[in-house]
């Protein structure tokens, strides 16, 4: 069996690994089709670390994916052998506080994909998954697209945490996967104008084909002398941070989508207090992956827009090399190892 891993900053390999278990009674196992390369393994394989999950080489990555199922659990009921399935790639404990509250996306003893400490990554042609975390996904959805409902769905739960935007001015900051996942489920909510920042050109015509009026460069967001209600920070970048504290309508909201590479961020204190700005965390999704399917279904142009390059799993270096320097206008890419 095939396995990505990365073996120390910036060096992937790929290796033969034994097969996984038998599914347990409530699993099923599941043949890894597609694999999308995300922002947060990019910091893996910058700096081999997020905040103070930090890696031990060598580790699988990846948790953006979806499977076709080839055993299931004597328990399982939902699934069968050769459904085709989208993944979310937390797996709570369904016990605690937080998954009581309804936040098993804070679930006290979460299991990440791809995440250190753990659980290794899918980057790899099986893996075995529980049920509840595979959503089957109907004929006319891709391989590629089930891999897409992923970062859709964080998209998604940031518009929905939220203040309502219906009739209100708003900006997002970074026009990756994720800033255009957020743009498509903001779109639904028909704020009064929406502008996207971003830095590539090949980004903001993306962001532009989606019918934005206004796609600027950051340097260029500050001309526009405008105001936001609520911005979507979906970049990492600390000095859009303070852009959107600047740029924010008093009692404005700055939702923190995107990951930054450092522990630490500054924030102007004393322009938040003055303006009474209100900032909120984006912690991925929460329950979002079937409203995310429906909203693919609505207008899959759209999704299909980030998808910029398809690979097989002996490109993933090259890939990487490519997502991390910016090179051939990537903006999202999908690994098949079916």
């Not at 409530?26 to 393994?41: A, F």
């Not at 050769?82 to 404990?93: E, F, L, Q, S």
């Not at 930054?260 to 938040?272: A, Q, R, S, Y």
């Not at 909120?280 to 910029?308: G, I």
Request: glycine share 6%; with cysteine.
């Amino acid at each position: 069996m095939r396995k990505i891993f990365l073996t120390g900053l910036r060096t992937l390999e790929m290796r033969d690994a034994p097969p996984p278990d038998a599914p347990g009674e409530r699993d099923v196992l599941l043949q890894v089709t597609s694999v999308g390369l995300c922002g947060s393994d990019l910091h893996y394989y910058r700096t081999g670390r997020i905040g103070a999950q930090v890696v031990k080489f060598p580790f699988c990555i990846g948790h953006e994916f979806a499977g076709r199922v080839l055993a299931v659990g004597r328990a399982v009921t939902r699934l069968a052998v050769g459904d085709r399935v989208a993944v979310d790639p937390a797996i709570p404990c369904h016990d605690c506080d937080q998954c009581r509250a309804n936040r098993s996306h804070t679930c006290r003893k979460l299991r990440f994909f791809g995440c250190p400490g753990q659980r290794e990554g899918c980057l790899q042609d099986q893996i075995v998954m529980p049920e509840h975390t595979c959503m089957k996904v109907p004929a006319s959805l891709t391989n590629d697209d089930a891999a897409l409902l992923e970062p859709l769905s964080i998209g998604l739960y940031a518009t929905r945490l939220a203040p309502p935007l219906a009739g209100r001015s708003i900006a997002i900051l970074g026009a990756g996967p994720i800033g255009l996942s957020t743009l498509i489920a903001a779109r639904e909510q028909h704020p009064a104008s929406i502008v996207v920042s971003e830095p590539l050109p090949n980004r903001r015509a993306v962001a532009a084909w989606m019918d934005v009026p206004r796609v600027v460069a950051p340097d260029e967001l500050n001309a526009l002398a405008l105001e936001f209600d609520v911005m979507f920070e979906c970049s990492g970048q600390p000095e859009a941070v303070d852009q959107a504290l600047h740029l924010l309508a008093p009692g404005g909201t700055l939702m923190l989508v995107g990951i930054p590479e450092t522990n630490t961020v500054p924030f102007n204190m004393d322009l938040m207090r003055r303006k009474e700005l209100t900032l909120k965390n984006v912690r991925r999704q929460n329950n979002c992956m079937e409203p995310a399917l429906d909203l693919f279904l609505r207008d899959p142009r759209l999704p299909h827009a980030m998808l910029t390059h398809v690979l097989l799993p002996e490109q993933c270096a090259d890939a990487f090399h490519k997502l991390d320097t910016y090179a051939d206008n990537m903006i999202k890419a999908m690994v098949r190892f079916n």
